[in-house]
């Protein structure tokens, strides 16, 4: 890992030799019968910037709750990078090793400011003791600053989150995502709500972070997911119909079965 | 200065302060060195009355820490206010000695009138102060810590841990009723003598039990509002808003609720200390879950989230509740209610948002003026 952080993190040091970074292998999940996810397999590359897309009920989100750590699998395997063992660790122990998850709706701190929502977010000593005498150093402000920019909210700088538009609020959840420096982003309906130039600018956001960090975007807009995506996965029932560009999913018989009916 | 620091952008709590600075200053002058003759003049019972509003206020700041802050609505921070009164009366009790009625110098009358023998091993040591201080911290606080991590743990949230919180007062109340639990039952503990060797009768004893229930109320406060501008603060607001979020963030949430709960019942457990000498009786009564329910109304008053407002609320409550059971002890109740219902309809953010209410009603009315 590039980013001293001391021992508190050096327990799971993520190890990618082997090219992929996330590798999700025979996943099963049911709630009261109903197979949410069913023998789901998956492998997602250091850098990748990858579409999940699929009708309701697919299992995407389901699947974002196991990768978070939010719900247990019946069965299977979830490892990030070649160790570390997703299954075997709790919600605040995955974020701290470095997979951030933007939600559906944007869930930011609304009564911070926008500056202190990054300071929360931000990756570090997380135990109260520390946190009561914990003051913002030079490096941690100079990113902030740096993070402000990046998603476009320099001037909101002192604003309450929650007087902020939907768009400026999906990107600041973005922004809470970078200064936790993930190896994975989960970003779940970036878009649902926006405007069309909100669209592009988080377009165009969302690109730019692909190489640095390992990107998985879950979307229903299609236009959306043509703009930003190299590679596409399509869920179906749980499992994976189709993977490839764009054109190739999208001249795929079966999903055109899945998406259009019979 | 430090607290200058602290109280930065605290107009509230700068003022709430400094008016309660004059009064540490102007009751003792006007009680010890004014002549009983004059107008002027406060009568003791006064000084006494003002103490116990002033730990009223301390225990209501602590259950807005934990409510206003956290989230956590506590029906049962009257339990750590009353196991700190407790601890205090035994260290009365233990310093009452052989001028008791039985004149027993070890035994506390109760346990005399019981046919105890001897001392039982919970007794133990309550005759040296510095324990018993201790113990005014330590048995809130470890109540609070092992039911908070119980609960916290398992995610009990909302309504039922308000629930629950009743429940743990509920049972210390029945568990203090009964004699056989060494508190002196229904009773409870009182016909307190002195304290450090001063006379609880005295004047000088009155006015220093209050002058020190309003330093103690404004170090408790600071600490507070230390505590809410630090990190730790921002991190527990977050929790009370989004706790998911915070979750996901990567913070252990139930290590924090454990730790502001805790810290907040150690501050009940102070007040509780400093009411029981000053209304000279602690007995089950305190753990009557309405007690906690009555907490909660101060807070709900004055305006959550403030702190400042929380002893406003407190203060006000009381003063109104001694003001009409005086008058019409049948209608205090009632009253109470229907101040609770008129707040909560129109003045959500209580007492203390009256003030940035009327601004921002006014400052409509002249923008649309203009």
New interface residues.
């Given amino acids: 890992m590039s980013d001293g952080e001391g021992a508190h993190f050096n327990q799971h040091t993520l190890d990618i030799s082997h090219k992929a970074i996330l590798y999700l292998e025979g996943l099963n999940v049911s709630f009261d019968g109903f197979k949410a996810i069913n023998d789901l397999n998956l492998y997602i590359d250091a850098g990748e910037l990858r579409c999940i897309i699929g009708p309701n009920g697919a299992g995407k989100t389901t699947m974002m709750d196991i990768i978070?750590g939010k719900t247990k699998p019946d069965s299977g395997k979830a490892f990030f990078g070649q160790t570390i063992d997703l299954l075997k660790l709790t919600?605040?122990e995955i974020?701290?090793t470095g997979i951030g998850?933007k939600?559906q709706k944007p869930?930011?701190?609304?009564?911070?400011s926008v500056a202190?929502n990054l300071?929360?977010?931000m990756?570090g000593d997380?135990?109260?003791w520390y946190?009561?005498?914990?003051k913002l150093s030079s490096e941690q402000l100079a990113l902030i600053g740096e993070t402000l920019q990046t998603i476009g909210l320099t001037e909101h700088y002192h604003k309450q989150a929650g007087a902020l538009s939907h768009g400026q609020k999906q990107w600041l959840e973005i922004g809470?995502l970078l200064v936790?420096k993930p190896h994975l982003l989960l970003v779940d309906e970036p878009v649902a709500g926006m405007t069309h130039q909100e669209m592009e600018r988080t377009a165009e956001l969302l690109r730019s972070l692909a190489g640095k960090h390992s990107v998985v975007v879950v979307e229903h807009d299609m236009e959306f997911v043509r703009s930003i995506a190299h590679k596409v996965t399509v869920l179906h029932q749980g499992n994976v119909l189709a993977e490839g560009s764009m054109d190739e999913v999208q001249n795929n018989p079966r999903v055109v079965e899945v998406y259009l009916g019979e | 200065m430090f607290i200058s620091q602290i109280l930065k952008n605290d107009r509230g709590g700068q003022i709430m302060l400094a008016v309660l600075a004059m009064i540490l200053i102007a009751v003792p002058i006007l009680n010890l060195m004014v002549a009983e003759t004059s107008s002027m003049h406060v009568p003791t019972y006064l000084v006494t009355l003002m103490g116990k509003y002033l730990t009223y206020a301390l225990l209501a700041v602590a259950v807005d820490l934990v409510w206003g802050y956290l989230g956590i609505l506590s029906l049962g921070h009257g339990a750590f206010f009353a196991l700190g009164g407790y601890a205090m009366g035994m260290y009365l009790m233990r310093q009452i000695g052989d001028r008791g009625v039985y004149g027993n110098p070890e035994l506390p009358d109760f346990m005399v009138f019981l046919n105890w023998n001897e001392l039982p091993w919970f007794w133990q040591g309550f005759d040296m102060f510095w324990f018993a201080m201790l113990m005014v911290l330590f048995v809130p606080g470890l109540l609070a810590f092992v039911f908070g991590w119980l609960a916290f743990r398992s995610r009990v949230t909302g309504v039922y841990l308000s629930i629950i919180t009743q429940a743990m007062t509920y049972a210390l109340l029945l568990a203090f009723f009964r004699n056989e639990m060494g508190f002196g039952g229904n009773n409870g503990l009182t016909d307190f003598k002195d304290i450090l060797g001063f006379s609880l009768q005295a004047d000088s004893t009155r006015v220093s039990l209050f002058v020190l229930s309003g330093l103690t109320l404004a170090v408790g406060y600071l600490l507070c509002r230390a505590v809410i501008n630090s990190k730790l603060g921002r991190i527990t607001v977050a929790i009370r808003d989004v706790e998911s979020r915070t979750r996901f963030v990567g913070y252990k949430v139930e290590n924090y609720k454990v730790w502001i709960f805790t810290f907040s019942a150690m501050l009940a457990g102070i007040a509780g200390a400093l009411y029981v000498p000053q209304v000279g009786i602690i007995n089950p009564g305190e753990f009557s879950p309405l007690n906690s329910i009555e907490i909660v109304i101060w807070v709900a008053m004055g305006g959550r989230a403030t702190l400042y407002g929380a002893v406003l609320g407190a203060i006000l409550v009381n003063y109104a509740k001694t003001l009409f059971t005086g008058l019409m002890p049948e209608s205090w109740l009632f009253l109470l209610g229907a101040l609770f219902v008129v707040v909560t309809l129109y003045l959500p953010q209580g007492i203390a948002g009256l003030w940035s209410q009327l601004k921002t009603k006014f400052g409509r009315k002249r923008e649309v003026a203009a």
């Fill in positions: 978070t919600e605040p974020a701290n998850r939600f869930t930011v701190f609304e009564s911070h202190e300071e929360l977010a990756k997380k135990r109260v946190s009561l005498r914990a809470m936790q």
